[in-house]
Structures are given as structure tokens and as C-alpha cells.
């Protein structure tokens, strides 16, 4: 029976005026929206439709294997040390770590020392005393994988600290990252910040020896790094991180004594070590790392307890705000390379919005006067559901804070024609029921049962589409996807429960001409 309680009347018409609420923030001015709450807010806008920059990167995961590897190096002389086994020849390759062991009968002790200190690593004996340590594949893939993750997420930290205005950030195939900032016209800034590693480690510098001391006479576990900028000089320091610049937990940029520099703040645990390191090496220089070039080497003159200091050196205010908020947002696993760079003009988006509104709207208008003439006042009252449809597509996209993308608008065009199909559906059923003589009611109310199952099969087969192509696409192709598959779910709503109540009223308290169909 075509039936409506009151219950069902009020549920339809609280939803259709949330989503008209919702809706509310696309047409009033901003000023006015700066007074409202937070979760008052408008569709955000896609790059192509306000202008901005997209980047593609590529994350450097042959440097990640190169930092296993020297990782793996200093793991295993770090191992041999502690139960004093001579060794030889220790060195690195693509492959694994190679050792020579001085003495035969220590192999199986030095194996033993290996994996006790290195468990993710396979030892093989080579030539009877020569070992090689390996990280197997499985691992070095997950590292990898792990890698990118992490990229991504230090990615979004530096963008939501640069202050862009709804990112998109997003994987692609196993080594890339898309980034789109819309309303962001400098993307040169961008780039900086992105291509920065920012790796902040603390290092001592090795007293024995110096920036010309020959590579072969360096004290093993000693490196050469180059100074910072406008620094043209060398610095001996020791390989083994003292303190990582993992642990800080806050930077800011300040002032001392009218020039910029950088304050920072270790975790508990940082705090403790950066104690016990300055406590140790009193009259000893600390080499300040960041990326492999020393950007300041001070002096030690007394402990620092406090968990605290600061980096200072030639830096302008705008370079330690950007090294301030690298550091908060935390050092990138691997460096990360532009491949492509696009900047979208807000021109272009202006006309991507007027062609694309002019299209919504001529679409809009076109299925509504072909309605109205096919089915008279039923066509009334499915342009009326289509446009309580729209309001509960934006809505939908408007609460759950969805970008609109030119793509996206295609499938809002799409949504119409799909939303008055079930209607078509509905009502031509309709007019088969009552030309065979059915009864009025008889033939509304298997118009809407008859038909519900055909919209239900063909609705959910094209949502899956969407859900797919939303996972699987990338870009424009997802905000298609967004507005196809909520399109669906509104246009189910509004298509049977919106348009049946209005022919619920219309039989109950319209003007009807006995058994005849208004179509």
C-alpha cells in the first residue's frame, strides 16, 4: 500500500533540510562564514578549480639502501668491539657488509657477537675467516615500504606547518608522492621545504684529527663533512650519532643578540643523553648535522641539563623559520626528487568554474523541462526531488569535507541525469499498471515496489564502480568518484523516498480526476 506515517515524513524532510543546511555555506559571504562554527563551511575547491601548484615526487630508496648499509657497517664494528675480536677489511657493499676476523678460532664468537647485535641480519663464512652480513630481501623491502609511509607522513606535516589550505597528499605506484596545494602560487618555497631531507644529528668532532688529514690515516669510525652554507670548510667528525635529532620535540625560530638562530627541545630521553654527551666531552667541539654538512660546531664550555639549546649561523629569518619548521615536522627517511611540477593559474580555475556551473545549470534546466512535458505533475514533483538532491549532494561533500574537482563536477552533471532515471522508471511502471486497468493506488503503489528492485540493482552496480575507481584512481579520477558515488546514495533518497511522499500527499490531498493518471 502507498503509505506514509509521520515518522517517515519527519525523517524525510529533517534530512533534505540538514542537507540544505549544509549546503547554506556555498552561497554567503566569508565574512559572514568567519562568524560561524567550525563545521559551517564550504566545498573546498580542487586545484584545477582555484589555481595552485602540483608536485610529483619520487622517493630516494636507493639512498635508503645506502643508509642500511652503513647502518649494517657500523652495527658490526659496533658488535666486534664489545667482546674485543680483531678484525680486518670491514666494509661495505650493495649487497651486504664484508669482515675479515683476524684470528680463525674467534669466527664462530664473532658470528654469534653479529647476530646477538644484528637480529634482522643472515651471516655467511667466505673463505674460512671473511664474513658477509646480509639484511634479507624481506626486510629491506619492508623497509622500504616503510620508508615511503613515513615519507608521506613527514610530507604532510611540513605542508600543514607551511599553512596550505586543504592538501592533497596521496601514494603513487611504490616510490611516489603527488602533492596538490591549492590556492598556493609559490611553488619554489614548496620545493625547498619538500627537498630537504632535514636529518638534524649531533655529532662529536674527532680531535685527532683534522679537515686535511688523509682519508686512509683517519681514525676508523671518522667521516669528512663540508660546512653549511657560506661555510667553505671541512670537519673531522665521528660517524657514531651522539644524539638524533629524532628526539627533538619542538624548534623555534628566535633571536640572540639581534641575529636569527634556532632554539630546540629534546624529549626525556633525548634530554638525558644530550646531558650525559656534554657532561662527558667538556672542551670539546659538537658538530650540529643537518643532511651531512656541519651548519655549527660549538664548543662545549659546561653540561647542558636543561634538555635545550640552541643552533645558531649564518642564517636569514626567513631561513631558520624554514629550518624551525623542518625540524617540527621531523627529518624525511629519504630525500625526495621532483619529477614533475605544474602551478595552475587562478584564471584558469575561474573559467573552469563558469563552464562547469553553465553546464550543471543547462543540464538541470534541459531534464527539467523534459520531465515536466513527459509526466506533468509527476514531472513536477521529480524536478522538485532533483533539486533536494543537489542540495543533499553538496551538503554531503560540503560536511564531510570532500574537494570539488573539475572531475567532480562531471559527475554532479552525471548525478542529474541518473537521479530523474529512477524516476523515469517509477512512473513509466506506473502508467503500464494503470493502462491495463489497474486502480489508481494500485498501480502508485506497484509503480514504486515493481521498480525499486531495477533502481536497487543498477544503483548498487554503479556505486561499486565509484568505490572502486575511488581506491584505485588517483587525482581527478577520485573526485569523480566522490561525487558519482554519493550522487548515487542521494538520488536513491530522494528518488524514493523524497518523490514518494509527494505522491503520497498528491493522492491523499491533491485534486485527482477518479482512476486517471496525471502522466
Known sequence: MLQYSAT????????????????????????????????????NLGLDLQGGSYLLLEVD?????????????????????GPRIAFRNLRGGDDGVFVTINEPDQ????????????????????????????????????????????????VRR??????????????????????????VSDPERVKSLLGQTAKLNFHLVEA?????????????????????????????????????????VDAQASFQDGRPIVNFRFDTAGGRRFAAVTSANVNHQLAIVLDNKVISAPNIK????????????????????????????????????????????????????????LASVAGAILVAIFMIMAYFTFGIFAVIALAANLALLFGAL???????????????????????????????????????????????????????????????????????LFFLGAGPVRGFAITHALGIVTSMFSAVMITRMLVWFWFKYGKRNNNTLPI
Open 398 to 468: 560540503g560536511a564531510l569535507g570532500a574537494t570539488l574537482t573539475l572531475p567532480g563536477i562531471a559527475g554532479i552533471v552525471l548525478t542529474m541525469g541518473m537521479a530523474v532515471d529512477a524516476n523515469v522508471l517509477i512512473y513509466e511502471r506506473m502508467r503500464e499498471e494503470n493502462e491495463v486497468g489497474r486502480t489508481l493506488l494500485n498501480s502508485l503503489t506497484t509503480g514504486f515496489n515493481q521498480a525499486f528492485m531495477t533502481i536497487a540493482d543498477s544503483n548498487i552496480t554503479s556505486f561499486i564502480a565509484g568505490v572502486l
Open 107 to 154: 669466527v664462530s664468537g664473532a658470528r654469534t657477537a653479529i647476530s646477538k647485535a644484528l637480529p634482522d641480519t643472515t651471516i655467511q663464512v667466505e673463505e674460512e675467516t671473511r664474513l658477509h652480513v646480509m639484511i634479507p630481501e624481506k626486510i629491506r623491502k619492508e623497509r622500504e615500504i616503510s620508508a615511503l609511509s613515513q615519507s608521506i607522513e613527514i
Open 158 to 183: 611540513r605542508i600543514d606547518e607551511f599553512g596550505a589550505s586543504e592538501p592533497n597528499i596521496q601514494r603513487q605506484g611504490t616510490d611516489r608522492i603527488i602533492v596538490e596545494l591549492p590556492g
Open 61 to 81: 630508496l636507493k639512498s635508503v639502501n645506502k643508509e642500511q648499509m652503513t647502518n649494517l657497517e657500523e652495527g658490526v664494528r659496533g658488535a666486534l668491539r
Open 302 to 357: 659546561s653540561p647542558i641539563t636543561g634538555g635545550a639549546g640552541y643552533i645558531e649561523g649564518n642564517f636569514t629569518v626567513q631561513g631558520a623559520q624554514d629550518l624551525a619548521l623542518l625540524l617540527r615536522a621531523g627529518a624525511l627517511p629519504a630525500p625526495l626528487i621532483v619529477l614533475e611540477e605544474r602551478t595552475v593559474g587562478p584564471g584558469l580555475g575561474e573559467d573552469s568554474i563558469r563552464d562547469g556551473t
Open 8 to 43: 517517515k515524513v519527519a525523517l524525510v524532510v529533517a534530512v533534505t533540510m540538514l542537507g540544505i543546511l549544509f549546503c547554506v555555506p556555498n552561497f554567503v559571504s566569508k565574512d559572514t562564514l568567519s562568524r560561524m562554527p567550525a563545521w559551517f563551511k564550504p566545498l
Open 208 to 248: 685527532n684529527a683534522g679537515p686535511n688529514t688523509n682519508p686512509r690515516d683517519l681514525p676508523p669510525g671518522t667521516m669528512i663533512l663540508p660546512g653549511g652554507k657560506d661555510d667553505n670548510g671541512l670537519y673531522a667528525v665521528r660517524r657514531r650519532v651522539e644524539v638524533s635529532g629524532e628526539r627533538l
